[in-house]
């Protein structure tokens, strides 16, 4: 069978992975990005660690299957009719059948001046643009006394408020005395409940 799947993300690539196995299957992949981007580490990249902690090439999880072919494009048009895809290199892909698997958007909830102003970590633009602002107030500023926010206090937040506490700021600290604070603010109660004892809650009791 001839299969074609729209997102290189944990989605697309697992069904790849699992179709694959089948070597009757041609699976075709096609993702706009040349990597997969593994979103639980991205807190890490975020605060001081490198990038290629949380990129994966889509070539390196599919070296060793023959009948996985990944092709780098962003789908732009879907034809049911004739089923075709048409990215925007120029290209169109046949399928028989299709999966998508293109994942989600950030949303700001329609909160004015969230998209603007706050600094997103969820691709390497935006993580690079956080970090150079880090940086920035950091290095060139020598503003070692702001306070960051972070908002919401699921596993991201806290983790992005633990290692920025011991991550960024090290930079900082090692340049002069100061404190950087990190909040956390969430619409319920308690951060990051009901996840267990090593999850990254704890740390706020200590
Ligand atoms: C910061 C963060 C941390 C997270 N931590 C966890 C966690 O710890 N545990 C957990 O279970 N879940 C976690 N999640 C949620 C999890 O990452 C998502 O549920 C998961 O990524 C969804 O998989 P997906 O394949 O649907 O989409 P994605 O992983 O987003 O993949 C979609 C892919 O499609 C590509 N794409 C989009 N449009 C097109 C197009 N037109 N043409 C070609 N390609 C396209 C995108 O570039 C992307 O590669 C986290 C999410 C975020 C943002």
């Not at 069904?15 to 990005?33: F, G, W, Y």
């Not at 600094?119 to 633009?125: D, N, Q, R, W």
């Not at 060139?140 to 506490?165: C, F, K, Q, S």
Request: neutral net charge; glycine residues 12%; hydrophobic residues 35%.
């Amino acid at each position: 069978m001839q299969i074609t799947i729209v997102g290189g993300g944990f989605g697309g690539i697992r069904a790849a992975l699992k179709l694959a196995r089948d070597k009757s299957n041609e699976v075709t992949l096609i993702s706009d990005r040349p990597e997969f981007q593994y979103y639980p580490a991205l807190y890490s990249s975020a605060t001081g660690h490198s990038h290629l902690e949380s990129w994966v090439p889509l070539g390196e999880i599919f070296a060793e299957h023959q009948n996985v072919k990944v092709h780098i494009d962003t789908i732009e048009t879907l034809q049911v009719s004739d089923k075709t895809l048409r990215g925007k290199s120029g290209a169109t892909y046949k399928y028989d059948t299709l999966v998508l698997a293109m994942g989600v958007v950030t949303t700001y909830f329609g909160i004015p001046g969230l998209e603007t102003y706050a600094y997103g970590i969820k691709s390497e633009a935006e993580i690079k643009r956080l970090k150079q602002r880090l940086y920035t107030d950091i290095a060139e500023h020598h503003e070692l006394d702001r306070n960051y926010v972070v908002i919401g206090a699921g596993p991201t937040g806290a983790m992005i408020a633990v290692t920025g506490g011991g991550g960024v700021p090290s930079v900082g600290r090692s340049a002069a005395s100061g404190v950087i604070a990190i909040a956390v603010c969430r619409s319920g109660s308690t951060a990051v409940d009901n996840n267990g004892p090593d999850h990254p809650g704890r740390y706020f009791n200590e």
